[in-house]
């Protein structure tokens, strides 16, 4: 009988991670996660694989620990002993990276180090996938960007993302390690964290359509990214893990769209006109702003057999109406506790 291949996941609790368990599970891994202490749960995202009628869930193993502790990832690896990581972790929202840059390389970039050096003591044939970022590409003026184009990172989160992406080169190239970076562009779903413009605007639709809230207050509306599906995306880093030899990709669409576009599209969805809703705030602006990131995922495509299968407009269609059965739910809710 074969061996059932095992995972590990750091960041499992994320949009991401969450996705890529479920992929994992459906392929038959044993799966790990690392999931940080706290007052309370944050398995939210997880809830789809504890309520699966086929009980993958018992193939699921949470273990406590944190990327800042170099013991504690060594007693992880060595107890979950896994073919694959995949390095998903990160304080991960871009402005709040200005506001904590010191907390945001450590767990980015030294947490990625970290993690490198666990599994070079342990065992080397271990797969790692570490999950960079188009924002490395930054305020770079050639587009679309691809695995040739150079970085111009433009805030401390772009900095420690391009650093980890370097220390993993590095570790592939120096130590014969079968380590990747996934460069992945912007990706969306319903398990979008709603300090995230996407899913912020989504949540606002959601509550504007119920009665619950009035306005949506926005920073740059002319930011251009290249939104995709997040559960196609964990798709293209499982593929990464499974070729003969290790490599960077990009993964993105190849269509750009602004923010004031996912507005119209949000809003439109739902029979309103964003402009009677949104108003500016200059607090959400970024020091350094990023006004344009498109993809080129051409060696994805042919190499991987990787591609996109939902639209722009399917996804922004997907992310308001799961958040129009939330706005509904919160509505009902407190519905029933004025009745009371």
């Not at 030294?110 to 003591?121: T, W």
């Not at 990214?225 to 499974?242: H, I, K, T």
Request: proline residues 4%; contains cysteine; negative net charge.
């Amino acid at each position: 009988m074969a061996e059932i291949k095992r995972a590990l996941i750091t960041g499992i609790t994320g949009q991401d991670g969450s996705y890529l368990a479920e992929l994992l599970l459906k392929k038959g891994y044993e799966v790990h996660g690392i999931i940080r202490r706290s007052s309370s749960f944050n398995t939210e995202r997880l809830n789809d694989i504890y309520q699966d009628p086929h009980e993958s869930h018992r193939r699921l193993v949470l273990h406590y620990g944190d990327l800042s502790d170099s013991s504690c990832l060594r007693h992880i690896l060595k107890e979950a002993q896994p073919h694959e990581v995949y390095n998903l972790a990160a304080q991960s929202h871009v402005r709040v990276s200005f506001d904590q840059p010191e907390y945001t390389v450590d767990v980015v970039d030294l947490g990625a180090v970290r993690l490198l050096e666990a599994i070079r003591d342990a065992d080397t044939s271990i797969r790692f996938y570490q999950a960079s970022s188009s924002e490395m590409f930054g305020d770079t003026p050639i587009a679309p960007q691809s695995e040739e184009t150079p970085f111009s990172p433009a805030s401390p989160y772009a900095v420690a993302k391009v650093a980890a992406y370097l220390q993993t080169k590095l570790y592939r190239k120096a130590f014969g390690m079968f380590a990747v970076n996934g460069i992945l562009f912007n990706h969306e779903s319903p398990r979008r964290g709603e300090t995230f413009v996407t899913r912020k605007i989504t949540r606002a639709v959601g509550r504007i359509k119920e009665g619950l809230q009035k306005k949506l207050f926005l920073g740059n509306l002319d930011a251009s990214r290249d939104w995709g599906f997040a559960p196609e995306y964990v798709e293209a880093m499982w593929l990464m893990l499974q070729q003969d030899e290790p490599d960077d990709y990009v993964v993105a669409t190849g269509e750009t769209h602004t923010v004031r576009e996912f507005l119209e599209v949000s809003f439109h969805h739902v029979g309103l006109d964003w402009k009677d809703h949104v108003e500016f705030d200059e607090r959400y602006l970024r020091p350094a702003e990023v006004p344009l990131l498109l993809g080129d995922a051409k060696k994805a495509r042919e190499k991987l057999k990787w591609q996109p299968q939902t639209s722009f407009e399917g996804l922004v269609k997907i992310m308001v109406d799961a958040d129009v059965r939330l706005a509904r739910k919160e509505r009902a809710a407190r519905d029933a506790t004025h009745e009371g």
